[in-house]
């Protein structure tokens, strides 16, 4: 069997960035109780290794019992600052993980909304990130395809007219191609679109190794955790290209299908550490059925 690794694949800037101030308050603060507000990240067996260094994950505020011991992590994605503000107000300390990238998103959108636009995501409605950016934009519109995009612009055009200022942007994470058909949709419908594109360079970067990487390979692993959105996004993107695909969540979940095939690719998501990127690849060259 032959492995071929994505060029670019594994944690994003904004992952190492959130695991990296975590561990730094755990080392430089060990009498304190350390909170992340929601899983810090998606993947299960980082998730594994916190909770064995005693950081637990709390949904909400009132979950903080003794604040004035107590540090709590945003993580990457964001939160809607009252949810922020909330922390701080019990007394705990509050450490903000959010992405450089996600911070521009929420102040582009604040921005927007203050100067009368209406703020277009394209996204995952229920997607920490988006729910994140609502909370400096409550009344921007979420939309997840083009035929939504589509309903939506019609809509908004037939109650206010084709110069309605306007701002289409998108959820870091979100697929560039999906995004460019609703950019190329939606500025036949309004001349005047303003479009920020708020999708990371990273992201970008993994879409496009992944899309290369399936045009040489007979079938692909995609390591990550179920519930990340980014690493279920690129599974779709092989089942797109007609590759057969798997997503696993470390060595043990390699499928015996797997070895049918002679060539065999793999990419990660953006959670997904290293090591476990590293030994998916050793087995698959070492072992057979």
């Known amino acids: 069997m032959v492995v071929k690794r994505a060029v670019v694949c594994g944690y994003c800037m904004g992952v190492e960035r959130a695991i990296k101030k975590t561990y730094q308050e755990l080392e430089a603060h060990p009498e304190r109780k350390i909170l992340t507000l929601g899983p810090l990240i998606h993947n299960p067996i980082t998730l594994g290794q916190l ?123 979100f697929s560039e ?24 360079n990273a992201t970008r970067e993994r879409q496009e190794a992944l899309y290369n990487l399936c045009k040489e390979v007979d079938a692909l692993l995609v390591i990550g955790g179920k519930e990340s959105a980014n690493t279920q996004r690129l599974k779709s993107i092989a089942e797109e290209q007609g590759v057969p695909v798997w997503l696993i969540e470390d060595e043990h979940k390699i499928p015996e299908q797997i070895y049918e095939f002679p060539t065999v690719g793999i990419t990660a998501g953006a959670s997904t550490p290293k090591e476990i990127i590293d030994r998916v690849e050793s087995i698959l060259k070492t072992v057979s059925p």
Do not use: W
């Open 177 to 200: 191609i999906t995004f460019e058909k609703i950019v190329n949709t939606l500025k036949e419908l309004f001349p005047d679109l303003i479009v920020e594109h708020t999708i990371c």
């Open 51 to 173: 909770q064995e260094k005693g950081i637990s994950i709390i949904h909400n505020h009132e979950e903080i019992t003794d604040p004035v011991q107590t540090t709590v992590i945003i993580r990457a994605h964001g939160v809607p600052p009252e949810v922020a503000q909330n922390i701080i107000n019990t007394g705990a300390k509050l450490v903000d993980a959010t992405c450089p990238k996600v911070h521009i998103s929420q102040k582009k959108a604040a921005q927007f909304a203050q100067a009368g636009y209406q703020v277009l995501i394209v996204g995952e409605p229920e997607h920490s990130e988006i729910i994140g950016i609502l909370g400096y934009a409550p009344h921007a519109i979420v939309i997840k395809n083009l035929e939504e995009a589509l309903q939506v612009a019609q809509r908004i055009k037939q109650h206010q007219g084709e110069y309605v200022k306007i701002v289409l942007m998108a959820q870091t994470t």
